[in-house]
């Protein structure tokens, strides 16, 4: 259910197409300033909702690994390797001092699925045990987080040495299925057979499709609201309504930007504003889904329906 996405920082968080090494282990864990490979870096500013001031003295850093120092101690449960977290963050050229981009710059926090094999193994491997309210440093040579051929886009060469600050501001444990009230669904619908661990079974009525959006919900959660811009897991199957085949489905979970065109217009609709533990059943005509043009085996005369669980967000 994915479409091109999305922001700068977002993109220089991903993998896309670059061919990557793979992720190293961290040669600092602590917190001294004044020892080990991130001596010479300096970093400044201690309210969450300013930039920090980064200063490298001597210049250029040189880095021959991944290494991270713990600027500031955060307070409370620490992530695990299967949470979900938001950050702030900022990056910078080793090799000039120069700021590249950041979340301050772009007004957003980021989150982040750590079980999200599209993000960089830098931050998948480096952010596990960070607790929220911690500021982080985390360094690597440029080619072993992008690869030989460096970031063009971000106008690092593959011997810069970059330089992520990182703010997290929250800590998510996902569920593993929907939580909460049971919402008996308008007569008419679709029915719904949950198969866990598999894709759920949806059964069309025989009646021709709406031609608006549904948003049905069968669970109420109890967890936060979803806001736009956020990164949200979810389980969810889809089938056609012509005929009730399933064209995809992700059990496990699934992780996206939502309410910002990263996915089909109709999840953005019907998924923003909903809490999670929520799980929907959402009929999408063309208008909302593909358009006209369809994709791949869908049609575009083709009304989709899917059954949603959302995992959480962040």
Known sequence: MSR?????????????AVALVGCGESSSGGSEADSGPLAQVKVEGSDPAKEPTVTIAPKPLKLTGQTKRVVTEGEGEAADKSDMVSIKAQIVNGT?????????????????????QQMLPLFTSQLPGSKPGSRLLIGAPTSEVYGPQGNTN????????????????????????????AVAPK???PT?????????????????????????PLVTG???????????????????????????????????????????????????GQTVGSRLLLVVPPADGYGAQGQGEIKGTDTMVFVVDILGAV
């Open 96 to 116: 000039d001092g120069k700021v590249v981009t950041s979340t301050w710059k772009e007004g957003q926090t980021l989150g982040i699925d750590l079980t999200d």
């Open 4 to 16: 091109a996405r999305f922001a700068p920082f977002v993109a220089a968080l991903t993998l896309g």
């Open 222 to 272: 109890k967890g936060d609201k979803v806001a736009k811009g956020q990164t949200i897991k979810v389980a969810y199957t889809g089938a056609l309504w012509r005929d009730g085949k399933v064209f995809d489905s992700n059990a496990t979970g699934y992780p996206t930007a939502i309410g910002v065109g990263a996915v089909v217009p109709g999840w953005d609709k019907a998924i923003v």
């Open 187 to 189: 007569p008419g619908l």
């Open 154 to 181: 971000l106008g690092l060469k593959a011997e810069d040495p970059i330089l992520f600050v990182v703010d997290v501001v929250k800590v998510a444990t996902p569920l593993k299925e929907a939580e909460g009230a």
């Open 192 to 216: 719904v057979k949950m198969n866990p661990g598999k894709a759920a079974t949806i059964t069309m009525p025989k009646t021709t499709a709406p031609t608006t959006l549904v948003n049905q």
